[in-house]
Each structure stands twice: as C-alpha cells, then as structure tokens.
C-alpha cells in the first residue's frame, strides 16, 4: 500500500530523516517504534503530505504521491491522526463527524440558497452515518456532548471516527495511546482491529505502549537516527541487539521486557 524509498528531511545541518525505507503492506496494522529523536514523526508527516521530503520518494498504491499535499492526500483515502487531538472543541462530537467529508452540497451558496431539499437529504444521510460511527466506537452516549468536553481518550476515539465518515485506505496514527488511560486504550485497539478485519482498513500506528503494539501490530519497524534499525515481529524486535542498544545501550538486554 505505501512504500517509502530512500526518504530524507533536513532542517539546515539536522537530518531528521536519514534514508528511511520501509512498506507498509495493505491489510496490515504496523507499528513504528524507536527513542524519542529517532524520526518517526518527521516520517509521518512526510508521508502524510505535511512536510516535503529532501530527497526520496513515497508511492500508494504504485502512484507517486511524494509531497502532495495533505487534502490531495485526503481524496486519496491516506488519513493521519495527531498525538494531541484536534477537534471543533465548541462543537458537538456528532457535528465534528458531520464535517468531515469534503465537497458537501451545503458548502455551495447556490445550493443552500435554490436546492435545500438535497442539502437536507444529504445532511441526514451524514446525520446517520456519524450515529453508526459512534455506535462502532461505542460512544454514541456522547453524541450531543461538546468535544471540547471530552477526555483524552475519548478525543482519540472521536478522531479515529473521523476516519470512518470517508473512504479511508489507509491511516496513520500517531501516539494513539498517549495520555490514554488503560480501559479506553483497550476500547481505541478493538476498535482498530475491527477496522482492519471488517473494513479492510490498514494502519499504520507510531506507539511507545509495548504491549500495545504487541496487541495489534505485526509488522513492527523500528527506527533510530532517521533510519530504518529493524523489521520483523514484536518478540523478534524485543530481542534484537540494535534495537535493545537504541532504546537501552550495550549490555542491558537482560532489562528489555516490554
């Protein structure tokens, strides 16, 4: 589904990312591990169409997409999620989902001027979708609730949702976990899971949450100084010298757990 060649970015003398190759295979959950500075973010928002590369090149599906940006990205069904969440905070978790889709018949003076029959009819079919969303993230309870309102993990549940009001091939999410607490971090995996087994969705997820990622992940890539450091399954990634000595330094394998 996305394969990255060779990628560099720059800022000035910092090389941020530093030759990264790597594929993300459809149908798969990925996770992409390393220690803070490694370039995981930097590589995200590469891909994503938010940063231009150096150098290197980015493809989807056999087209090249590098540096397209990110609403050409959008059309294309390639969606990222943000570490801190961004919502409509003063708007409600349902209108936050019912914004999501472009080129909507209401955003056309002429149509919410001379065609309000078909603006009301696609506004419910929106209505309607955004309801199954919340219902399959199950928290249809918070419809009318401000977002700005919501938890931490609720927010990351109502940005995956997000994902759901399109056509979405493939979404990469960034720190899903973060700030999560442990019975709604369980509640955003199933939900991913059941994304990718019944909706064909592939991800791609950046997570310091081990046993998370050893959850839902197989692939797991890691990456340390801008580079690609391993490849393989999350038991072969625990047990990898390079990566132990990133994460770690020489000599502490036996430390490594998690």
């Known amino acids: 589904m996305i394969v990255v060649d060779d990628v560099h970015k720059h800022f000035g003398g910092f090389h941020a990312v530093d030759g990264a190759s790597l594929q993300i295979a459809e149908g798969s959950i990925t996770g992409l591990i390393g220690p803070n500075g490694a370039g995981k973010t930097t590589l995200f928002n590469v891909i994503a169409g938010v940063l231009k590369p150096t150098a290197g090149c980015v493809s989807m599906a056999g087209e090249d997409i590098t540096g397209l940006p990110p609403h050409t990205l959008f059309g294309k069904g390639l969606l990222r999620t943000f570490q801190i969440a961004h919502e409509f905070h003063s708007m409600t978790v349902r209108e936050n989902l019912t914004m999501v889709p472009g080129g909507q018949s209401g955003e056309a003076l002429w149509n919410a001027w001379f065609r309000r029959g078909k603006v009301a009819a696609e506004e419910r079919e929106l209505l309607k979708k955004a309801d199954e969303v919340l219902e399959f993230l199950t928290i249809d309870h918070l419809r009318d609730e401000k977002a700005g309102n919501l938890s931490g993990g609720q927010k990351k549940l109502l940005e995956l949702g997000r994902t759901m009001m399109v056509d979405a091939k493939v979404v990469f999410l960034d720190e899903v976990g973060a700030g999560v607490n442990r019975t709604l971090l369980n509640t955003i995996g199933d939900a991913i899971l059941r ?64």
């Open 195 to 258: 994304l990718n087994s019944e909706r064909g969705y592939t991800f791609c997820m950046i997570e310091h949450d081990m046993d998370f990622i050893g959850r839902l992940c197989d692939p797991v890539i890691c990456m340390a100084e801008g580079k690609v450091l391993a490849e393989g399954t999350i038991d072969e990634i625990k047990a990898n010298e390079h990566v132990i000595e990133a994460y770690l330094g020489t000599g502490l394998k036996n430390k490594v757990t998690a």
